[in-house]
């Protein structure tokens, strides 16, 4: 089985080598295809307006100057045309990417990049505590509990055009309670804050942060099931029609 790696918290992040860890329980071939940078918040989002550049480290390392999706998209169409994945792991990601978080999340906008071309296509998320960890944010949970959480969604009947979330708690490994197979679930976009401050030259800039979550009242949404203490696991597709909807509009113009 060939498996392609990406993410987007950049070729060095630490995720990426637990994701290298966890995937080489599946196979000796396994490639990266990663953004040169961190690309957190990118989204879906793709580059136009100036040129891709990409690096090669070694065999089957290569890093992409741009998003993931352009990582994915020159994974497919340009280095590995000619041998394709059979399933591409995406992450791990440093933080959770629960509710809202999946359609700004280039971590899973590169899953579903893979998704749109036919490959299986699985997202991976860790969730911390404690505010600004960068690289010591903790992945023991997503070390120890990815290869079984997976292990099951590699031959799994997935529908096409979709993909899997999964999102690993903020607690050691053995606090782990189990897996949790959770809906999206929503937040309030109230939650939003933007840290203002000056530089030296007297220019204000701004920061985009977050404040305390406001969960949903049942317990069955990936957010609950994470702050349970599960690792969460998501199906994902690519639809986003709101088919109530249709009949409404429908009536509307006759």
Do not use: C
Not at 227 to 243: I, K, S
């Amino acid at each position: 089985m060939r498996i392609l790696l990406t993410n987007d918290d950049g070729y060095h992040a630490p995720g990426l080598k637990i994701l290298e860890a966890i995937a080489a329980q599946f196979s000796d071939d396994v490639w990266i295809v990663a953004p040169a940078e961190e690309q957190s918040g990118a989204g879906h989002s793709l580059t136009l307006s100036r040129p891709i550049r990409v690096r090669k480290h070694a065999e089957k390392r290569f890093a992409v100057a741009g998003t993931p999706t352009d990582a994915v998209m020159m994974a497919l169409a340009k280095i590995m045309q000619d041998h394709k994945p059979d399933l591409i792991l995406s992450g791990v990601n440093r933080g959770a990417n629960l509710a809202e978080d999946v359609t700004y999340s280039g971590t899973v906008s590169a899953a579903m990049e893979g998704a749109l071309a036919g490959v299986r296509s699985i997202a991976l998320s860790q969730a911390y505590d404690l505010e600004g960890m960068g690289d010591t944010v903790p992945f023991e949970a997503a070390t120890v509990w990815g290869e079984r959480v997976l292990r099951p969604l590699i031959d799994a009947p997935l529908e096409p055009r979709t993909l899997v979330n999964i999102n690993f708690p903020a607690v050691a490994a053995d606090a782990v309670k189990g897996v949790r197979i959770a809906q999206q679930g929503l937040r309030d976009y109230g939650r939003l804050q933007i840290v203002t401050n000056r530089d030296p030259r007297g220019y204000d800039y701004h920061w985009f942060a977050l404040g305390p979550t406001i969960e949903t009242p049942a317990h069955s949404t990936d957010l609950e099931a994470v702050a349970d203490g599960y690792v969460a696991v998501t199906p994902l597709h690519l639809d986003l029609t709101h088919r109530p909807s249709l009949a409404m509009l429908g009536a509307l113009y006759g």
